[in-house]
């Protein structure tokens, strides 16, 4: 599981950046796992982590 726990940034145009690669990245994940026949989700992550909490199972 992976875990994105970095703060979120004040500055609007760092802030708007970082969505779009965040967006990137989950749809490059979303694709892949697809392809694959798997499965994948976002929940909250469980303490003592913080942040959002990323799964993936993808058929042997």
């Known amino acids: 599981m992976l875990w994105d ?11 708007a950046l970082c969505e779009v690669r965040r967006r990137r990245a989950l749809w490059l994940l979303a694709a892949v796992v ?7 989700g976002l929940a909250a992550a469980e303490p003592p ?8 199972v993808l058929p042997q």
């Not at 697809?34 to 994948?40: F, H, I, K, L, S």
């Not at 982590?49 to 993936?56: A, D, K, P």
């Open 34 to 40: 697809d392809d694959w026949g798997g499965a994948w």
């Open 5 to 15: 726990q970095h703060p979120r940034h004040a500055d609007p145009d760092t802030l």
């Open 49 to 56: 982590h913080t942040g959002v909490r990323s799964w993936v």
